[in-house]
T-cell receptor, first 113, second 115 residues
Framework: KAGVTQTPRYLIKTRGQQVTLSCSPISGHRSVSWYQQTPGQGLQFLFEYFSETQRNKGNFPGRFSGRQFSNSRSEMNVSTLELGDSALYLC????????????FGQGTRLTVV | AQKITQTQPGMFVQEKEAVTLDCTYDTSDPSYGLFWYKQPSSGEMIFLIYQGSYDQQNATEGRYSLNFQKARKSANLVISASQLGDSAMYFC????????????FGQGTELSVKP
């Protein structure tokens, strides 16, 4: 059974550009959550998608957006990149509501220069 | 608001000894779940163990056990017989009622296992 797959693993972008990250959850899992991890702020929740609908949203500016497709794959987009967006972006896969396990991908390390 | 507190930024343990990583939480939800994750230097978050707020017994998974004290709002992770490969960051996380896949994380504890 395949795990959670995030692509790409590493990314270098320039300030002002936009970026799209992808997350493929475990087969059969319908919920995908995104997190930003930085040394200063730790792990912060960005948003969650369940059955193609955003179910929860964290306190991030509108430059951060996401979507989920019918096959449960999710994408996260960050527009007008800032230096402070440099972080490890992790996605988590949960089977549905109230699952007792939440599995993470290996993350995408984004560097903004 | 929900909050997770891990008060130990760093811990050292001798190989083959047991170690306890502390986690306290704050929530007003009657139903919630508590998670522990391991994050090696590679960055991947590895799921270790889960405890539901209504579970009567402490969760165990191999060498990992969760010391759940509901009245004290603590959910400490116990690792028995530490191995060199256990050296990593450890995060405690909580999910509240009706929160779906949203997890609130603590700041983490860096565990170093000495040979």
């Amino acid at each position: 059974k395949a795990g959670v797959t995030q692509t790409p693993r590493y990314l270098i972008k320039t300030r002002g550009q936009q970026v799209t990250l992808s997350c493929s959850p475990i087969s059969g899992h319908r919920s995908v959550s995104w997190y930003q991890q930085t040394p200063g702020q730790g792990l912060q929740f960005l948003f969650e998608y369940f059955s193609e609908t955003q179910r929860n949203k964290g306190n991030f500016p509108g430059r951060f957006s996401g979507r989920q497709f019918s096959n449960s794959r999710s994408e996260m987009n960050v527009s007008t990149l800032e230096l402070g967006d440099s972080a490890l972006y992790l996605c988590a896969s949960v089977i549905g509501t109230g699952g007792t396990e939440a599995f993470f991908g290996q993350g995408t390390r984004l560097t903004v220069v | 608001a929900q909050k997770i507190t891990q008060t130990q930024p760093g811990m050292f343990v001798q190989e083959k000894e047991a170690v306890t990583l502390d986690c306290t939480y704050d929530t007003s939800d009657p139903s919630y779940g508590l998670f522990w994750y391991k994050q090696p230097s590679s960055g991947e978050m590895i799921f270790l163990i889960y405890q539901g707020s209504y579970d009567q017994q402490n969760a165990t998974e191999g060498r990992y056990s969760l010391n759940f004290q509901k009245a004290r709002k603590s959910a400490n992770l116990v690792i028995s017989a530490s191995q060199l490969g256990d050296s990593a960051m450890y995060f405690c996380a909580m999910r509240g009622r009706d929160q779906g896949g949203k997890l609130i994380f603590g700041q983490g504890t860096e565990l170093s296992v000495k040979p």
